[in-house]
Structures are given as structure tokens and as C-alpha cells.
Nanobody, 121 residues
Framework: QVQLVESGGGLVQVGGSLRLSCAASGSIFSINAMGWYRQAPGKQRELVAR???????TYSDSVKGRFAVSRDNAKNTVYLQMNSLKSEDTAVYYC???????????????WGQGTQVTVSS
């Protein structure tokens, strides 16, 4: 099994910054991709940013130039640095990790419990 522990959400004013962290643990042989999704009230969950094991990154158009995703492979941890936050960034942010299990060799995809980010004007 794989466990994800998220941290770093909270309340911030428009224009402020927050940094989210997500640490993966458990029966992990390898991680292929780590990323962040978000879901605002009444909306579908959407990709925010993602980084693969070769360092390639993908960003939603709405966060390009403001957010930066990074990972620490030694710690199986992914980060999301969020700058110049806007009220429309308010949502629950979910970490997602995809990889291979060490005990079975099967692929896995796991979600974090979610962390609330609220941007106030």
C-alpha cells in the first residue's frame, strides 16, 4: 500500500504565496509521476501541475508562470510553490502519485486526502 501525506494549505491573501508538500511512503518500487490537482466547489477536479521521473513538467494554463512543481526523489516528495495567488485558486488541492509497487510489481495510482487553499481578497 501507498500512503500520501499532504501539508501546507491554508488561508492567504490575494497576491500571497503558499507551498504545498506531499510525501509518499509504503511499498514503493518506483515513482513515475507526481502531481497536484484541485477541485473548487461545484467544479470538476482539474490538473494543476505534474512532474515525471525525468523532470518533465506540465502546468495548467491558469497557473503557468505563477506555480512551480518540483520533486525530491530521495524523499518521494512533491512540492507545489504557489505565488501571486488569485481568488480563483481557492480549492481543495490533491496530491497524486503514480508508480510501481515493490511487493507485487503492479502499477499504482494514489491520491492524498486533500488540503484546503483559500485565497481571500
Amino acid at each position: 500500500q501507498v500512503q500520501l501525506v499532504e501539508s501546507g494549505g491554508g488561508l492567504v491573501q490575494v497576491g500571497g504565496s503558499l507551498r504545498l508538500s506531499c510525501a509518499a511512503s509504503g511499498s514503493i518500487f518506483s515513482i513515475n509521476a507526481m502531481g497536484w490537482y484541485r477541485q473548487a466547489p461545484g467544479k470538476q477536479r482539474e490538473l494543476v501541475a505534474r512532474v515525471t521521473n525525468d523532470g518533465s513538467t506540465t502546468y495548467s494554463d491558469s497557473v503557468k508562470g505563477r506555480f512551480a512543481v518540483s520533486r525530491d526523489n530521495a524523499k518521494n516528495t512533491v512540492y507545489l510553490q504557489m505565488n501571486s495567488l488569485k481568488s480563483e485558486d481557492t480549492a481543495v488541492y490533491y496530491c497524486n502519485v503514480a508508480g510501481v509497487l515493490s511487493d507485487s510489481g503492479y502499477s499504482f495510482g494514489s491520491w492524498g486526502q486533500g488540503t484546503q487553499v483559500t485565497v481571500s481578497s
